[in-house]
């Protein structure tokens, strides 16, 4: 069993700044890629930003140059540094990691429960 449990949403006024973060834990033995996605109303869920274990990344272009995406794979966790927030980035933002719980098991995605971001103008 897999938990991803997230923190750091909240309400921020444009142009302001959050840090998410993403805690896994249970029985893992790797995790490969941890990612963020977000999803707004009405909208489909996008991926934000994502990074392996090896620490390369990759970013949304509506997020490149604002939104920092970084793991500590010691803590199995990941962060999500979003500055210069824009009202359009309102969603809820959803952590995900593809786990490998035993050597050699495929690898399966993980989802948090949420955190929601709002962006007034």
């Known amino acids: 069993q897999v938990q991803l449990v997230e923190s750091g949403g909240g309400l921020v006024q444009a142009g302001g700044s959050l840090r998410l973060s993403c805690a896994a834990s249970?029985?893992?033995?790797?995790?490969?890629?941890m990612a963020w996605y977000r999803q707004a109303p009405a909208k489909q869920r996008e991926l934000v930003a994502l990074?392996?274990?090896?620490?390369?990344?990759h970013y949304a272009d509506s997020v490149k140059g604002r939104f920092t995406i970084s793991r500590d794979n010691a803590k199995n966790t990941v962060y999500l540094q979003m500055n210069n927030l824009k009202p359009e980035d309102t969603a809820v933002y959803y952590c995900?990691?593809?786990?490998?719980?035993?050597?050699?098991?495929?690898?399966?995605?993980?989802w948090g429960q949420g955190t929601q971001v709002t962006v007034s103008s």
């Open positions: 995900n990691a593809r786990v490998m719980l035993r050597p050699f098991d495929p690898n399966f995605d993980s």
């Open positions: 990074v392996s274990s090896g620490g390369s990344t």
């Open positions: 249970g029985s893992i033995f790797s995790i490969n890629v």
